[in-house]
Each structure stands twice: as structure tokens, then as C-alpha cells.
């Protein structure tokens, strides 16, 4: 069977994951590209008799070395064997998407633009003549709608001819910059990639083309002829670039209707962007977000709560053999992971991926800035603490949008305090669940509290800048279902593969200590945390557990303590509780994560600062209560 490699390239909030549901479906792998953090996701669908993969690369703006995102892409794009390329571009911004297509261009790799959003060009008054940008760029120009899947079958009949096709168009520099590409390529050795091309990226200063030179007297003669003749050539190439894409763009668009005032979209941002209103919108939002998450959650959770307890009785083991025990203690694991975490881990994701895909998070981000600039925090620090909503561990990765490592140690820190999808699932499944949803409210307004207070003792210690915030806001969209779905799936499988095990590997743990009657022997050491807390002893065992996993935490809280706990524990003790384990400890992931980025001291140090917070905080706020 022939065999086809396609690459997916285009910015941001393009639709390329759209685009690769459609043309495949959900079914996708999803991997860190070797030797880097950076997500790749690859895909296998085979269409009249041929095999194609595709491989869905980083947004990026351009194909260069600056970003970890634009690294990979330029690896992938000009290292490994590929067939062709999709530029997915976006109909209402083409000039942008057309830069990248011709940085791709140059390298001969055939290409073909999968133009979307056309509908939402169209109602802006906009239409692009695809006819004449093909006959332009020799490449084929097919509109498509993944929603509709419009245009996909005829997307992917023209990657069948793909291999076939030859680049024609030609990027034609100043003479200054065609004489120093003849000068570089004189000195070039045959490769696969085109002479004229590694001689660009070379006047680029791209260092990892630097290698083709091979002698680096080569390397340095041309460096010095080119801070001597030419000093700004990088700027004069890209300048070339952006003039040649912005004129295809110009000739291949028609302004059918100029659209008077307001779009919706501008109506919309006026309010949720407003600097007074905005933040209060924004909490409202959230506030009907997470009420959302409790109502269905403690919905579903009692629904599977009867489910598995059902299969549980009529499982009925009772014997105290110790295969026994620790198969019943294993299934309880089970059943408290399905009924409590579960819920609560899959809600969260798809209403997280339903305000990504509406366009509405990029917007909580603004606010969030305005709001916790005034106490110090950079205005970059907000990427990486919206991510954190999702998981800790790529929110760490993402620091490394600020400019110094002092940065990003700081911000960093702060994800102690953000609510991930295992920390939301605590405070709903076990504080929102069995305390009510007012106690849940209490936590959730204890970590920002808490946030706060950390803020202004941190910043007494890091003199961090106030960088400004520069994001690009996508445009408001109908969210698709399916990608919602999918993207819910993606981001929790770990939590069916990882931690349900896990659950029952502790279940049947603790069975076996329980059944030997040396638990106090585990939970005794620490008895004076749990103290301090104002919690039984063998509470120890889930906040423990949760080092390894937070989605842990509530399932083995129901293991030690059984499925009633409102019966076990007072109200003020759950909130203890659900304060003590969503602040400070990380699980062992992010810890590794923390150990990558900043090396295995700082993050030792900063666990440690954390953790000791966390529960030093808890417990003041527990004596507090009590004196009131």
C-alpha cells in the first residue's frame, strides 16, 4: 500500500484540530515531539488505497528558531521526510497564514491551503477568490468547513496527487539579498533541501542550518561579510515576505460589502472586555461555570454511587482471607475513583474545552490581568496560569513564556493556587458533594485568598517587571461538539489509564495495612499534621496519595473513611480538608515538571514552601472558625 506523510501547519486558533477531527475522526495520538515539551499529534486514515498520516504541528505565526513551537515545526518541516503540506489558513486574516506558506515554499515542499472560516469572511463582506490565488501560488486553494465537512473529500483528493507536484512559485529578493544567496549557496554541498533555501535561512541567522556550511572559517567570513555589507538582511528578508503575502492577499480578496458599525463580536468584547465590567462578567461566568459542574457532577456522582455500590453488594465479598480483603478493598478503590473523580475530572474538561472553543477564556485571561496585575504579576504569567485551570504540569512548561528564569520561579509558585481539573474534582466530589455547595464556594474563595496573601509576600521577595499582556483573541465561534468531546477525551485518559489503577492498587494497600492492624504505624508519624488540621489520623493516607495523583485524594478519603462522610467528618473539617489538599501539594508530576524547569533544589524548595503553607494556612483558618 503506497504510503503519504502530510503536515498541518497554521496559527493559532486556525482550526487545525478541527480540520483533523474532520478528516479522520477522534481517533488521534497525541506525544511530545523528542527531546522537547512541545505536543504533536499524529493520525493514520487511509483514503482510496492509500495510507496518509498526518502530523498536526504547534501554532505558529512563522518558521523560525525563537520558540520551543517554532523549533519543532522547523525540525519536523525540514528534517523528516514528508510528502506535503496543509496550510490551514483563516479566510478573515489570510495575509498572515500566506507568510508561513511561503517560508514553506522556499524549501520546495508541495503545499495546498485548506481555507476556513469563509462563512464568517463571507458575513464581514469578505470573499477570496481561490481560482486566482491558485493560479498565483500554483498550489490548490480548497475552502473547507470541518463542521459541514465541506470540502474535505476534495482536500483530500488533492493530497493524493501531492507527491506529484512541483513548486513553481518563486520568492524574488532585493538584488544586495539574491548576491549574498549566490555567495552562501556557492559554498553549499548537495542535500535534500534546495541550496537557495539553507542559504535564506543562513542570512536568517538560523543556526541550525549553520551545519551545511560545515568549515566554520566559511562561517565566519560570511558573518563578517554580512555584519560589514549587510546588517539588517534578517529584517530586509522578512520585510520581502510579508509585502509579497500581503499583495497575494490583496489580489485575492474582494470586499463584496463594507459591514457599518458594530459586529457582534466587537458588541460582545465591549462589555466582557470592559475595564470595570469585564472582571464582574467574567466572575459571573465562572460563578455559573462551576455552579454548572456541581449540579451535574453531585448528579452523575450519586447516580454511579448507587451504580457501583449495587455492584458492590451484589459482589458481596466477605471473607477475611487476604485475597479477600484486598479484592474488596481494590474494587472500593474502583468504585470511589468512577463515582467521585470521574464525574466531576470529564465535566470539568468539557466545559474548559466549551469556553476555548467559544473564545471566551482568551477573554478570562484580560481580566484576570487587570485584576492581579495591581499585586505584581507580569502580564504573561496569565498563559500559563489558564492552563493550570487544565493541568499543572504544561502550565509549568509554559512559563517559559516570561522573559527570566526569576519570572518564571515566580509565577510557578502561584500554580499552588490555581483549581486543576483533580483539585476542582476534590472540591466538588468531596467538599461541593457531602458539605453543600456553599462550603465548595468557601474553598474556592480560600485559594484566592490564599493566592493573595502569597502574592504579597512574595513580591517583598522577587522584583518582578510588569510586562505587558500581548494576546491575540480569537474570534468568538459556535463551539462544535465533537471537538469538545474529543478534546474532554484527550485531556482525561490518563485519569481511565493512570489513576484508576492507582486506586486500586492503594485500596488493596490499605487493606492489607488495615487487615495486619499496623495503619497507626503509617498515620501515627504524621498524626501531628492531622492534628494541626483538626482530622482524624487516617486522613493522612488520601492527602498523602495525593502527592502521586490528586484525582486520588477524594477516592481514597471514601476508602479510609467510607462512602458516607458527612457522617465522619463535620462540615468545618471537610472544608478543612478540601483547603489542606487543593493548596500547596503538587502531585508527582508536576513535581517532576517543577524539577525539569527549575532543577531539583528549587523545586524541593519550593514543594516544601508550599506544602507548609498550605497546611499551615488551613489550620490557622480552622482555629479561626472555631474562635468565631
Given at each position: 500500500m503506497d504510503k503519504i506523510k502530510i503536515v498541518l501547519v497554521g496559527q493559532p486558533n486556525v482550526g487545525k484540530s478541527s480540520l483533523l477531527n474532520a478528516l479522520v475522526g477522534p481517533k488521534v495520538v497525541i506525544s511530545n515531539y523528542p527531546g522537547t515539551t512541545v505536543e504533536v499529534t499524529k493520525v493514520q486514515k487511509t483514503f482510496d488505497g492509500i495510507e496518509m498520516s498526518f502530523l498536526d504541528t504547534p501554532g505558529i505565526y512563522s518558521i523560525s528558531d525563537r520558540s520551543e513551537e517554532e523549533k519543532v515545526t522547523e525540525k519536523i518541516l525540514f528534517e523528516e521526510e514528508i510528502d506535503g503540506v496543509i496550510v490551514v489558513s483563516d479566510a478573515t486574516a489570510l495575509e498572515r497564514s500566506l507568510y508561513v506558506l511561503l517560508q514553506i515554499m522556499e524549501a520546495d515542499i508541495p503545499a495546498v491551503i485548506a481555507l476556513n472560516f469563509v462563512e464568517d469572511a463571507r458575513s464581514k463582506g469578505i470573499k477570496i477568490d481561490c481560482?486566482?490565488?491558485?493560479?498565483?501560488?500554483?498550489i490548490s486553494v480548497i475552502p473547507i468547513n470541518p463542521i459541514?465537512?465541506?470540502?474535505i473529500d476534495d482536500l483530500l483528493n488533492s493530497l493524493l496527487r501531492i507527491k506529484d507536484k512541483k513548486v513553481k512559485f518563486r520568492v524574488e529578493y532585493d538584488d544586495h539579498i539574491e548576491e549574498a544567496i549566490s555567495q552562501i549557496s556557492s559554498k553549499l554541498k548537495e542535500t535534500r533541501l534546495p541550496k537557495r533555501f539553507i542559504s535564506v535561512r543562513i542570512l536568517e541567522g538560523d543556526e541550525d542550518f549553520y551545519k551545511y556550511?560545515?568549515?566554520?572559517?566559511?562561517?565566519?567570513?560570511?558573518?563578517k561579510n554580512l555584519s560589514e555589507k549587510h546588517p539588517k538582511i534578517d529584517r530586509d528578508i522578512a520585510v520581502t515576505r510579508y509585502g509579497i503575502a500581503s499583495l497575494l492577499a490583496e489580489e485575492a480578496t474582494q470586499i463584496v460589502h463594507t459591514v457599518r458599525g458594530e459586529d457582534i463580536q466587537e458588541k460582545v468584547d465591549r462589555f466582557l472586555l470592559h475595564r470595570s465590567w469585564g472582571p464582574v462578567i467574567t466572575m459571573l461566568i465562572l460563578v455559573i461555570t462551576f455552579g454548572v459542574l456541581l449540579y451535574l457532577g453531585n448528579l452523575l456522582q450519586s447516580i454511579l454511587m448507587d451504580l457501583t455500590s449495587n455492584f458492590l453488594s451484589f459482589l458481596h465479598i466477605t471473607g477475611n482471607s487476604m485475597p479477600d480483603i484486598v479484592l474488596a478493598r481494590s474494587l472500593t478503590g474502583l468504585a470511589a475513583g468512577i463515582s467521585i473523580a470521574l464525574p466531576y475530572v470529564f465535566l470539568f474538561y468539557l466545559l474548559l474545552g466549551l469556553l476555548e472553543d467559544m473564545g471566551i477564556l482568551s477573554r478570562f485571561i484580560v481580566n484576570a490581568e487587570r485584576f492581579f496585575g495591581k499585586f505584581g504579576m507580569p502580564g504573561k504569567a496569565f498563559i500559563p496560569l489558564a492552563l493550570g485551570l487544565g493541568c499543572t504540569v504544561p502550565a509549568t512548561k509554559a512559563t517559559r513564556v516570561l522573559s527570566s528564569k526569576r519570572e518564571q520561579f515566580y509565577v510557578a509558585s502561584f500554580l499552588s493556587f490555581v483549581p486543576c481539573?483533580?483539585?476542582?474534582?476534590?472540591?466538588?466530589?468531596?467538599?461541593?458533594?457531602?458539605?453543600g455547595i456553599r462550603l465548595a464556594f468557601y474553598v474556592f474563595l480560600t485559594l484566592l485568598m490564599a493566592a493573595l496573601i502569597w502574592a504579597f509576600a512574595i513580591k517583598k521577595l522577587y522584583h518582578v517587571s510588569r510586562e505587558p499582556l500581548l494576546l491575540e483573541l480569537p474570534p468568538y465561534r459556535k463551539p462544535l461538539a465533537g471537538n469538545i468531546l474529543a478534546k474532554g477525551w484527550f485531556r482525561m485518559k490518563d485519569f481511565i489509564y493512570v489513576v484508576i489503577p492507582l486506586l486500586m492498587v492503594g485500596g488493596a494497600v490499605y487493606g492489607i495495612l488495615d487487615a495486619y492492624n499496623i495503619t497507626h504505624m503509617v498515620v501515627q508519624p504524621l498524626s501531628v499534621i492531622t492534628s494541626w488540621l483538626g482530622l482524624p489520623d487516617v486522613t493522612i493516607i488520601p492527602l498523602t496519595f495525593g502527592f502521586l495523583q490528586k484525582d486520588l485524594t477524594g477516592a481514597m478519603l471514601v476508602s479510609v473513611l467510607g462512602s458516607n462522610i458527612s457522617s465522619v467528618l463535620t462540615p468545618v473539617q471537610i472544608y478543612t480538608f478540601g483547603v489542606a489538599s487543593a493548596i500547596?501539594?503538587?502531585?508527582?508530576?508536576?513535581?517532576?515538571?517543577?524539577?525539569?524547569?527549575f532543577g531539583f533544589r528549587r523545586a524541593v524548595s519550593l514543594t516544601t514552601v508550599s506544602i507548609g503553607y498550605g497546611i499551615l494556612f488551613a489550620g490557622l483558618l480552622l482555629r479561626i472558625i472555631f474562635i468565631f
Open positions: 481560482k486566482r490565488l491558485e493560479k498565483a501560488l500554483g459541514t465537512k465541506k470540502g556550511l560545515g568549515d566554520e572559517k566559511i562561517l565566519d567570513s560570511i558573518k481539573s483533580s483539585r476542582t474534582a476534590i472540591i466538588m466530589g468531596v467538599v461541593g458533594f457531602y458539605g500547596g501539594i503538587p502531585c508527582i508530576n508536576a513535581f517532576a515538571m517543577l524539577i525539569r524547569e
